[in-house]
């Protein structure tokens, strides 16, 4: 199946910092998700990225679609105490809504 | 609209018993999807339902996992019998065919350990 690598694995920032992360796939993706799960809940889409070279901000959010189309980054800027949780990069495996995920980030914020 | 429910929200069984998950789609929605996350690794995706039919169940691990979805409306997962390394947190997913994919919504999960 189609893999995607993503990193880093977990971060602690502090509070007020920006956090970037990012996710490599040595498959093409037609499109490119950012996936937020917070704690004792599903994950929750983010941002859809449908074109390569895209940018897409969402608030403090901003996400990438790379130009080879293998890769993606997703940015916070001036990271809030309700940033924790676990990131996961998604794509459609071929032209359907079956997802394939990296195995995510965990953000911790230190206040 | 209620969400996507998924129940139990924990189960612990013991190794050789069995485990019923059961999700309800948001009302409408005919495809149903179950992934599984095992821990620290990425959400896997198990099976696709289109209404009562099974469209896709390639990633169901192997023969001791069954997922039914009778008359198109809440879907089960049955695991018999359980081993340990069925561990994980199980998603339910639903959407709307030809929606767009801020439609598709996933439940809270169900987080089964098996000992």
């Known amino acids: 199946g189609q893999q995607l690598n993503q990193s880093p694995q977990s971060m602690f920032i502090q509070e007020g910092e920006d956090v970037s992360m990012n996710c490599t796939s040595s498959?093409?993706?037609?499109?490119w998700l950012w996936y937020k799960q917070d704690p004792g809940e599903g994950p929750v889409l983010l941002i859809a990225l449908y074109k390569a070279g895209e940018l897409t901000s969402n608030g403090r959010l901003t996400a990438q679609f790379g130009i080879t189309r293998k890769d993606s980054f997703l940015n916070i800027s001036a990271s809030i105490p309700s940033d924790v949780g676990i990131y996961f990069c998604a794509g459609p495996r071929s032209n359907d809504y079956k997802l394939s995920f990296g195995a995510g980030t965990t953000v911790t914020v230190r206040a | 609209e209620a969400g996507v429910t998924q129940f139990p929200s924990h189960s612990v069984i013991e190794k050789g018993q069995t485990v019923t998950l059961r999700c309800d789609p948001i009302s409408g929605h005919d495809n149903l999807y179950w992934y599984r996350r095992v821990m620290g690794k990425e959400i896997k995706f198990l099976l696709h339902?289109?209404?009562?039919?099974?469209?896709?169940e390639s990633g169901m691990p192997n023969n001791r996992f069954l997922a039914e979805r009778t008359g198109g409306t809440y879907s089960t997962l049955k695991v018999q019998p359980a081993e340990l390394e069925d561990s994980g947190v199980y998603f339910c997913a639903s959407s709307q065919s030809g929606a767009s994919l801020y439609g598709y919504t996933f439940g809270s999960g169900t987080r089964l350990t098996v000992v």
């Open positions: 498959s093409i993706f037609n499109t």
């Open positions: 339902f289109v209404k009562e039919s099974k469209q896709d």
